[in-house]
């Protein structure tokens, strides 16, 4: 089954295994893709509340401000499915992933 998931993830998203299991951590070797991630990781630790600093570090990076609404918007649209899917228990139809630890907000 592991191997199967790893599969499926590398042809669907494109990305190799190693670029993957850091996204699911929260981290990435690409500055501009850890800034999107952190500010990700804020969003919903703060649930939404972010400060002026988070922002403009994502504009720093190279976003603009309809990039971090797509951001934002992508963090809710997850957040939502979730709710959704854990509320109606909705069986998922692709290999399911491990919770990794350091990814828990």
């Known amino acids: 089954m592991q191997r199967c998931a790893q599969f499926y993830r590398r042809k ?11 996204a699911r951590e929260g981290r990435s070797v690409d500055a501009k893709t850890q800034a999107a991630l952190s500010f990700a990781r804020a969003l919903v630790a703060d649930k939404g509340h972010v400060s002026d600093s988070e922002v403009d ?13 797509e951001i934002i918007a992508h963090t809710g649209f997850n957040i939502f499915t ?18 990794v630890e350091a990814a828990i907000v």
């Open 12 to 22: 669907l998203a494109g990305i190799d295994s190693k670029t993957i299991a850091q």
């Open 57 to 69: 570090s994502l504009k720093k990076a190279g976003y603009t401000d309809a990039a971090i609404a």
């Open 82 to 99: 979730n709710y959704f899917n854990n509320a109606l228990k909705v069986a998922l139809d692709f290999p399911q992933a491990e919770l």
